[in-house]
């Protein structure tokens, strides 16, 4: 899964794929699925992308033996990072930067676990 950070600084707009959250589909993610998820940002300010209810398993190390498992993944601007994320509570959760005031411009969806 690909999850885009994108924004304008002359609006001051921020979004997940270029889609604020009313123009934004839920995520769908299948229940039970261990998912490779590959976060691009594309905007000027950090992002720290809280997914609620289940962890990310940060794939941050040269060997790839140790993923510190994290809640809140912060995304430096130009950096991309990845994870595994498992689908492991069924609903639908909120998914969004953590800076309120970058949330309120947009940058908010929501993930659907079915
Ligand atoms: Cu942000």
Redesign the pocket.
């Known amino acids: 899964m690909l999850l885009h950070l994108t924004g304008n600084m002359d609006r001051y707009n921020?979004a997940f794929n270029g889609l604020t959250y009313d123009q934004s589909q839920p995520v769908r993610l299948p229940y039970r699925q261990r998912i490779w998820v590959t976060l691009v940002h594309d905007t000027m300010?950090e992002?720290p992308i809280h997914l609620h209810g289940m962890f990310n398993e940060l794939d941050t190390t040269a060997d790839h033996r140790r993923r510190p498992l994290k809640h809140t993944v912060s995304v430096k601007p130009g950096e991309k990072l990845h994870y595994y994320l498992t689908a492991g509570e069924r609903g639908r959760w909120a998914y969004h930067?953590h800076?309120l005031y970058?949330m309120e411009a947009g940058?908010f969806t929501t993930a659907e676990v079915a």
């Open positions: 921020f300010m992002h930067c800076l970058h940058m």
